[in-house]
C-alpha cells in the first residue's frame, strides 16, 4: 500500500484530477509502481495497474504475488475491465488490494481470479527459437 500511495503522487491527471497509485509486487520481491497517465482523447489513457504490470513485464518478471491499488474513491477504486483481463493473463495468481487513498488502512482484499469470471483466455501461441 506504501507503494501505491507514493506512486499515486506520480500520477499525470489533468483532466479529471482523479489520480491512481498501484504497486504489483513480484514473487522475486521486486515492487512495481505505476499511476494513471491521461490524455485528452480519453481512449489513450492508461491505468496504474497496466503501467505497473507493463513495467514488471518489461523487466522480464513473470510470477506476481499482489497488487495494491489505491485512489480518492469509498472503498477504493477497482480495476477496470481492461485490466482485470491483463491481470487474469498475467498476473492470475496475485492478490488484488484496493482502499480509498483517504483511508488506506481500510483495505479489501480479492484474488484475480474472482475479479474476472469467465475470462477470455487463448493458450499462447508456441515460439520458435530463432
Do not use: H, W
Amino acid at each position: 500500500m506504501a507503494a501505491a500511495m507514493k506512486a499515486r503522487l506520480r500520477a499525470v491527471a489533468p483532466y479529471s484530477e482523479f489520480r491512481v497509485g498501484a504497486a504489483l509486487l513480484a514473487k522475486s520481491g521486486k515492487i512495481y509502481s505505476g499511476a494513471n497517465v491521461e490524455s485528452a482523447s480519453y481512449g489513450l489513457t492508461c491505468c496504474a495497474e497496466r503501467i505497473a504490470l507493463f513495467k514488471a513485464l518489461t523487466e522480464g518478471e513473470k510470477d506476481f504475488k499482489a497488487m495494491a491499488i489505491v485512489a480518492p474513491m469509498e472503498n477504493g477504486a477497482m480495476p477496470c475491465g481492461a485490466c482485470r483481463q491483463l491481470l487474469v493473463e498475467y498476473a492470475s495468481e496475485a492478490t488484488v488490494f484496493v482502499a480509498d487513498s483517504r483511508q488506506p488502512s481500510a483495505i479489501r482484499e480479492f484474488k484475480v481470479k474472482e475479479l474476472l469470471p469467465g475470462a477470455f483466455q487463448l493458450r499462447p501461441a508456441r515460439r520458435k527459437k530463432l
